[in-house]
């Protein structure tokens, strides 16, 4: 099976770390992200791997260069985007993407069963299913219910529950032919315009640990995590 890595962000919010190497290669333990990721796709029969690159993408592609980089019996695909194109639109550089596939952002560490992923994909018969993953967000001040001018309820620093993405997604090919033709596209644009066509967009719920490596304190986290445990995720081997 394929996938594809969206590896060409900026990681602006992972300054200055990502200053002077793109956030793909920014290492966890001792070896980048991606390396990380590429390793957990193969554990899940991924053996064709397509990486949209572009800031710095160059120095991606020096790195998988080398042999020990890569998990054996994986091919991997560079594609360059010469402007950016967004979360979506990036997959109009990756030819032949003519069966379901997975996609995903080149920042994730996961624990997620990518075999179940795809097993539920194809069960919900779903042009696109999008993993993810529960997340409290704590509101610091009181919140106020109110109906008419009157006051209808009150709660102090309430805990609200959501379900997130993880930015792991699998794709049928159909769901790209609702990309526009040109210009970027974000993922949740896509999302909208198959909602809009009454295409069937399905959700795969899991408590996997899932660290979104895109800020500073969601890197160091996933950095403690790893000392603690060094077969996290699979890194220890």
Known sequence: MRAVVLAGGLGTRLRPYTTVIP????????RPILEHI????????????????SHLGELIQVYFSQDHAVPD???????????????????????????TFIAMNGDVLTTLDYAALIEHHKREGALLTIATH????????????SEGGRVTGYREKPRLDYRVSMGIYVYEPAALEHLPESGPCQFPDLVLRLLDADEPVAVFENDADWY??????????AINDL????HAFGMGR
């Open 212 to 221: 979104d490596i895109g800020t500073i304190s969601e890197y160091e986290r």
């Open 38 to 53: 590429l390793r957990q796709l193969s554990d899940a029969g991924i053996t064709h791997t397509d990486l949209c690159v």
């Open 73 to 99: 019996g994986m091919h991997l695909d560079f594609h360059w985007e010469d402007e950016p194109l967004g979360t979506a639109g990036a997959l109009r550089v990756v030819p032949q993407l003519d069966s």
């Open 134 to 145: 529960p997340k409290q967000v704590q509101i610091d001040l009181g919140v106020i219910d």
């Open 227 to 230: 000392e603690k445990d060094p």
């Open 23 to 30: 956030k793909p290669l920014v290492p966890v333990g001792d």
